[in-house]
Antibody
């Protein structure tokens, strides 16, 4: 079964740091680009980061640039998101999502999502 | 950055109704658009990519259309299990923005 499982969320202090993990199974992780998407309580979805298969190409949303670092370990089928200088507005559910490419027309989409890990930033 | 504006933000309809959700992009994105469905407490589920290509396993009552700056998600005959929030997302350029969401309620 194709699956993504996030972990690492929890209660954290403002100004602190957290590292989220996402473990993939049921597919060849090293062949897929990956994303992180978050959702604040009661709010919509926010795309926050992308990483290529090799890790050499990375993109971030402006809202997290400079504080968030995406990385991956293909040998461990794992994706990571390091969050520094935590703020209250980082509170929410963080999802990892697999990138998929339809090669004929070059359509990208996110076809597999984890169930998310919840980050709460509060003193 | 490309902004996506969804309308309406909320709609209430009866079982069997035809429902449409609109997603407008602040600049042209060809057909690099996907639609997702999200039910409370669960992860988003892919419905459509390439603006109109139905993901495997998604009921045929769901369809997508549009190109450029205007896109439409249609549910031809609303079912109770369609109660959810729907999001569009563009893949034309980074950041890969989402629309604000449309909550669909069953009357």
């Amino acid at each position: 079964e194709v699956q993504l499982v996030e972990s690492g969320g929890g209660l954290a202090q403002p100004g602190g740091s957290l590292t989220l993990s996402c473990v993939a199974s049921g597919f060849i992780f090293s062949s897929y680009e990956m994303n992180w998407v978050r959702q604040a309580p009661g709010r919509g979805l926010e795309w926050i980061s992308f990483i290529s298969t090799s890790g050499r190409t990375i993109h971030y949303a402006d809202s997290v640039k400079g504080r968030f670092t995406i990385s991956r370990d293909n040998a461990k089928n794992s994706l990571f998101l390091q969050i520094n200088s935590l703020r209250a507005d980082d509170t929410g559910v963080y999802y990892c999502a697999r990138d998929q490419l339809e090669v004929i027309y070059n359509f990208y989409y996110m076809d597999v999502w984890g169930e998310g890990t919840t980050v709460t930033v509060s003193s | 950055d490309i902004q996506l504006t969804q309308s309406p933000s909320f709609l209430s309809a009866s079982v069997g109704d035809r429902v449409t959700v609109t997603c407008r992009a602040s600049q042209g994105i060809s057909t690099y658009l996907a639609w997702y469905q999200q039910k409370p407490g669960t992860a988003p589920k892919l419905l459509i990519y390439g603006a109109s290509i139905l993901q495997s396993g998604v009921p045929s009552r769901v369809s997508g259309s549009g190109s450029g700056t205007e896109f439409i998600l249609t549910i031809s005959s609303l079912q109770p299990e369609d109660s959810a929030t729907y999001y569009c997302q563009q893949f034309n350029s980074y950041p890969r923005t989402f629309g604000g969401g449309t909550k669909v309620e069953i009357k």
